[in-house]
């Protein structure tokens, strides 16, 4: 497929179901920024997916101040809804009405096959909802409803990327047409996936039992260089190449996350840390910390007592999206035989 037809465009979407962490700040929305501030022509489409959100019970006010905590981290991390596309994926209809297309594309085998319904759903996956079976076709639908040519993803996506692609070159090959892209993952940067600071063998996660094992984004400066200073380790010093760090997860982590937040490369990062105990090098990690995340929390703080500006970016944003996805969903229709469309 020749690629050149569309628009180089990036679509990437994050759940507001709450508590942002570090690892959302590293993992997406500081590539998020990248790719806006980027000269290479890629227009750029971010999304609260608040559908995605209630695949699973969520509280209604909860969900509201979720998702307005989540638009006001996109700001505050540097995303201008003037430069980029900001808005909340309910506000943009054509998102579940091409879903509902690609729900008929899709094959149940597809579906059954992916790892993340089965982790979510666990044991108990007669009583999951349908929604969570079937939010894989509507993620498609939410990156081709923009015609979206790539997309950042983390490697626990990975699978869902690759199920839009196929989609859409099923789509294409049924209704013979070179009407959707084959959307192209985005994966790299230091800390793509941040660990938890207790256990470097797991993701930092906001539903983790422990405070301590995460950097929330609303954290005070106090707060972070204390979560950093204890964060778990292990006695050996630093090394002085990558390769050493392959068997000491925590000490691996604390490195990946201070290259992320320097805009450096782990081997440049140990070129001058290594040798260096935890003892000197966490002060230097929380130092780097504090500087780069206290001007994003007090941002967000300001934003979330300014709900009303929070909701017209969302509105505007939901138009502007609409712009774009209203014709390919048209076109949609048409190629699939629709009347009036």
Known sequence: MAESRFTPRVFSGIQPSGGLTLGNYLGAMKRFVEMQNADDGFECVYCMVDLHAITV???????????????AGFIAAGIDPERSILFNQSQVPEHTQLAWIFNCVARMGWMKRMTQFKDKAGK?????????????????ADILVYHATHVPVGEDQK?????????????NHDYGTNFFPLTEPVIEGAATRVMSLRDGS????????????RINMTDDPDAIAQKIRKARTDPEPLPDNEAALEERPEARNLVNIFAALSDRSVAEVLADVGGKQFSEFKPMLADLAVEQL???????????????????????GAERAREIAAPILRDTYRIVGMVGA
């Open 159 to 171: 699978q869902h990327l690759e199920l839009t692609r196929d989609i859409a070159a099923k789509f």
């Open 202 to 213: 797991k993701k930092m996660s906001k539903s983790d039992p422990s405070d301590m094992a």
């Open 57 to 71: 019970w969520q509280d209604p006010a909860a969900l509201t101040r979720n998702t307005r905590e989540l638009c």
């Open 294 to 316: 206290s001007p994003i929390s007090s941002e967000m703080a300001r934003l979330m007592e300014q709900p009303d500006e929070i909701d017209a970016i969302l509105a505007r």
């Open 124 to 140: 108990n996956a007669e009583n999951a909802s349908l929604g969570l079976f079937g939010y894989p076709a509507l993620m498609a």
